[in-house]
């Protein structure tokens, strides 16, 4: 399955708390995607969040991320990892 990095921009002021209620959001909805959220980081002086996925395809996490109500600015897929 391809694996995907999704960036979330503008989200200064983010906490420890809030990554994990919105890492917890996806979770519980990812399997109506078949998508499998694997980890989240911050940057919360920077606003960005960066998250790890398995999934069918990029729109997959797309709309999993809108339905847990906090849309994705970029998703990248990527094919190579070590």
Do not use: Y
């Amino acid at each position: 399955m391809p694996q995907f990095m999704d960036i979330h921009r503008n989200m200064s002021g983010l906490t420890a708390d809030d990554l994990l209620a919105a890492h917890n959001a996806d979770l519980e909805i990812q399997d109506t995607e078949d998508v499998v959220f694997k980890q989240a980081w911050a940057s919360p002086e920077d606003g960005v969040i960066f998250c790890l996925s398995d999934g069918p395809d990029a729109e997959a996490v797309k709309r999993i991320h809108e339905r847990a109500g906090h849309a994705t600015n970029e998703i990248h897929e990527v094919p190579l990892v070590v």
